[in-house]
């Protein structure tokens, strides 16, 4: 059996839309970043529970109208990788899929 892996939120975080552009303030590094509205999607959605991919594809799928086909996924994980690397999102259970 292989275990899931969830992503969740590494600290709370504040993040808003200023002049349409979402920005992330991480209180423990001081560091600001923009973000895109599908990484600004994930981090609300990761702000209420730790999830697998799988059901952030789902959910992400449902509340836009997308297709939760493959190339959303690929998006998803994707957007997983960098606000794992920018140290924003933070995976536990598993490998991650990349």
């Known amino acids: 059996m292989n275990p899931v892996t969830l992503f969740h939120l590494s600290e ?10 979402w920005v992330v ?7 600001m970043y923009p973000l895109d509205t599908l990484a600004a999607t994930v981090l609300t959605l ?4 730790p999830l697998p991919t799988a059901e952030l594809v789902s ?18 994980q994707d957007t997983l990788a960098q606000l794992c690397q920018l140290g924003l999102v933070a995976a536990v259970g598993g490998p991650p899929a990349w």
């Not at 990761?46 to 529970?49: G, K």
């Not at 959910?59 to 998803?76: H, K």
Request: proline share 3%.
């Open 59 to 76: 959910q992400m799928a449902s509340e836009s109208g997308l297709l939760a086909d493959s190339v959303l996924a690929d998006s998803i």
């Open 25 to 31: 303030y991480q209180a423990r590094t001081g560091a």
């Open 12 to 21: 709370p975080l504040a993040w808003r839309a200023l002049d349409g552009t």
């Open 46 to 49: 990761l702000e209420s529970a």
